[in-house]
């Protein structure tokens, strides 16, 4: 059984690549201007050009690309799902009948539209956070909202619980798997059975789970207050966000991408 | 009747940038009756050991056999390897899940479908060789100390009344006591037959109590023999991570500048030698 060993999504896979080096705020900028411009792509010609923009991203940032693609697994499903919905609920030219479900010609291509629309998403969307450590996201981030303070928002606070949860996410992953394989040694067994008794097999792994995440919880907090933490006011930073003239060059680049890919689909194909 | 590893190997996460080399072209035996000790630097791929010998890791290379069962994933028998050796986790007082101690101790024999009505002898039987009373069955194991947990943890392993029982460094973070006691109640079930494959940092415990004793070094089998011949390796080489006992350094410390002396980690033989040297002039 291969339990949870393969990389979960989106993890942080550490290389030396100009993207990595990029200043967070840039990539986080980055990834809305690229979604608009899938979304707005419609032609397979579009499709085409912003799969090799991916491949061109991975290779520049160094990532394995079978790496990358592996990355969009966990949502493959919901791919799947509305692309079906897709080739059942659309009108237009039949050309397969299926009892009382029948199949267009128009469903055909709106589910191959909107299955790859949601993949070039995904994938580059992971991007972000497979180039970006969990804390210079939450920094980002954190810059980013920081004009909102002025009106309440709790920017740092909601940084710092952004950087805690992500941190523990793969520590829960470790503990998960190695309470299941100690159930397991145990006699426990999680395939097999009604869907009932799979939930309840779970019961064992849930509870000391439970148990150790409250647990460090609780240590975590006594090491925040031992060392004095109090929230983000008057908070210094030891490795300050630097922006410079390679993020805005990266960020423009993206926008001209963007509006030069969409433009071009409007103007050449029909 | 023995778990048999041959020319096993291991590697974490295979194809991504985390892949790691846990283990390479191990092997071991370990019969029934037998004491195998399992030591090493911390990161050579102990833990990764242990969780081959009863189906929760798999090789990719190499094979695992117990009893004659080969353990390979989807293998038909799994139930009855897992059955047969006993797997007691590091830290395994993390895994107790029960509301008492009752119902934490009959979680795997239940599993393993032991009649009803022989359950409850088995727990009270597994709760009196880890040394606790029957006034622990109704309590829960979480509000129990740590020491008394891991001797929970221990005795719910025992409860399924495996074959083979393989422990990662069971004796970690316990007081002289009790690690005592847990020494005594294995050298008693290896007495009875059940087979004992000891995962541990403590050499004195594996030069004292083992049969056998493999030494790994970054995932590597660096050594594999009687507890003597450890021993003389461990002279020889120097190996991070691992330091001789007291009285083995000493004795090796005395071989150094008298070749008679014998390389030992036996306090009483070393007593002895000396001892008889001391009476019957330069030479015993
Ligand atoms: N689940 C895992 N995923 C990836 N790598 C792992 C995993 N478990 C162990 N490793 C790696 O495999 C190697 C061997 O680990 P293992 O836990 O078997 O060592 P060990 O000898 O038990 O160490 P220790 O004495 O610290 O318990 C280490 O380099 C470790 O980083
Ligand atoms: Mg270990």
């Known amino acids: 059984m291969k339990f949870l060993n393969n990389l979960t999504f989106g993890q942080y896979v550490p290389a030396d690549s100009p993207v990595h080096s990029l200043d967070p705020r840039c990539k986080i900028l980055a990834v809305p201007v690229v979604l608009t411009g899938i979304f707005m792509a419609g032609h397979v010609a579009a499709f085409a050009a912003w799969a090799g923009?991916?491949?061109?991203?991975?290779?520049?940032?160094?990532?394995?690309?079978?790496?990358?693609?592996?990355?969009?697994?966990?949502?493959?499903?919901?791919?799947?799902f509305t692309a079906l919905i897709h080739i059942f609920f659309t009108d237009g030219t039949p050309i397969l009948k299926l009892g009382f479900v029948t199949i267009t010609r128009e469903g055909v291509a709106a589910a191959a539209q909107m299955g790859l629309r949601l993949l070039l998403l995904v994938l580059f969307a992971s991007f972000l956070t497979l180039t970006t450590k969990p804390m210079e996201l939450s920094d980002g981030l954190e810059r980013l909202f920081s004009p909102l303070v002025r009106f309440g928002f709790p920017a740092h606070e909601l940084a710092m619980m952004m950087t805690i949860a992500l941190r523990f996410i793969p520590t829960l992953l470790t503990e998960t798997d190695r309470i299941m394989k100690a159930q397991l040694a145990r006699g426990a067994?999680?395939?097999?059975?009604?869907?009932?008794?799979?939930l309840k097999a779970f019961i064992p792994v849930l509870i000391p789970l439970f148990v150790i995440v409250f647990q460090r919880a609780e240590e975590l907090a006594t090491a925040m207050e031992a060392r004095c933490y109090r929230g983000g006011e008057g908070r210094t930073r030891m490795r300050p966000?630097?922006?410079?003239?390679?993020?805005?060059?990266?960020?423009?680049?993206?926008v001209a991408v963007v509006v030069a890919l969409a433009a071009g689909e409007r103007s050449l194909l029909p | 009747m023995s778990i048999t590893v041959e020319a096993l190997c291991h590697t974490y996460h295979p194809g991504t940038p985390l892949e790691t080399r846990a283990l390479d072209d191990v092997s071991l035996q370990c019969g029934r009756g037998e004491w195998l000790s399992i030591v090493g630097h911390t990161g050579s791929g102990k833990?990764?050991?242990?969780?081959?010998?009863?189906?929760?890791?798999?090789?990719?290379?190499?094979?695992?056999?117990?009893?004659?069962?080969?353990?390979?994933?989807?293998?038909?028998?799994?139930?009855?390897?897992?059955?047969?050796?006993?797997?007691v986790f590091q830290y395994p007082e993390q895994q107790l899940f029960a509301e008492d101690v009752m119902e934490e101790l009959?979680?795997?024999?239940?599993?393993?479908?032991?009649?009803?009505?022989?359950?409850?002898?088995?727990?009270?039987?597994?709760?009196?060789?880890?040394?606790?009373?029957?006034?622990?069955?109704?309590?829960?194991?979480?509000?129990?100390?740590?020491?008394?947990?891991?001797?929970?943890?221990?005795?719910?392993?025992?409860?399924?009344?495996?074959?083979?029982?393989?422990?990662?460094?069971?004796?970690?973070?316990l007081d002289s006591w009790s690690r005592r006691e847990l020494t005594d109640l294995?050298?008693?079930?290896?007495?009875?037959?059940?087979?004992?494959?000891?995962?541990?940092?403590?050499?004195?415990?594996?030069?004292?109590?083992?049969?056998?004793i493999l030494m790994l070094d970054r995932g590597r089998s660096a050594a594999f023999g009687a507890p003597s011949e450890i021993m003389r390796y461990l002279v020889a080489n120097s190996v991070p991570g691992l330091r001789l006992p007291d009285i083995a350094a000493l004795s090796a410390?005395?071989?150094?500048?008298?070749?008679?002396?014998?390389?030992?980690?036996?306090?009483?033989?070393?007593?002895?030698?000396?001892?008889?040297?001391?009476?019957?002039?330069?030479?015993?």
């Not at chain 2, 990764?48 to 080969?70: K, R």
């Not at chain 2, 008693?188 to 056998?212: M, P």
């Open chain 1, 53 to 80: 923009l991916l491949a061109a991203l991975a290779w520049y940032s160094r990532l394995p690309f079978r790496l990358v693609l592996n990355s969009a697994k966990p949502v493959l499903i919901l791919v799947a």
């Open chain 1, 241 to 254: 966000l630097r922006w410079s003239g390679r993020d805005t060059a990266a960020l423009a680049a993206t």
């Open chain 2, 47 to 87: 833990s990764t050991l242990a969780q081959h010998l009863n189906g929760i890791l798999f090789p990719d290379s190499g094979t695992v056999s117990v009893d004659g069962m080969q353990v390979v994933e989807k293998s038909p028998n799994m139930r009855d390897i897992r059955r047969a050796v006993g797997l």
């Open chain 1, 189 to 198: 067994s999680f395939d097999r059975g009604s869907l009932w008794k799979r």
């Open chain 2, 106 to 173: 009959s979680f795997a024999p239940t599993n393993w479908g032991v009649q009803s009505d022989r359950i409850a002898p088995l727990a009270s039987a597994a709760l009196s060789m880890v040394g606790l009373d029957d006034s622990y069955l109704a309590r829960s194991p979480l509000n129990l100390s740590g020491g008394e947990k891991r001797k929970i943890a221990i005795a719910s392993v025992l409860a399924g009344e495996p074959s083979y029982l393989v422990l990662d460094e069971p004796t970690a973070g």
């Open chain 2, 186 to 212: 294995l050298a008693r079930l290896k007495k009875e037959g059940t087979g004992i494959i000891l995962v541990t940092h403590d050499l004195d415990i594996a030069l004292n109590l083992s049969d056998s």
């Open chain 2, 253 to 284: 410390a005395i071989g150094r500048s008298d070749p008679a002396a014998p390389l030992t980690w036996d306090r009483a033989e070393l007593k002895r030698w000396i001892k008889a040297r001391e009476t019957g002039g330069r030479r015993p």
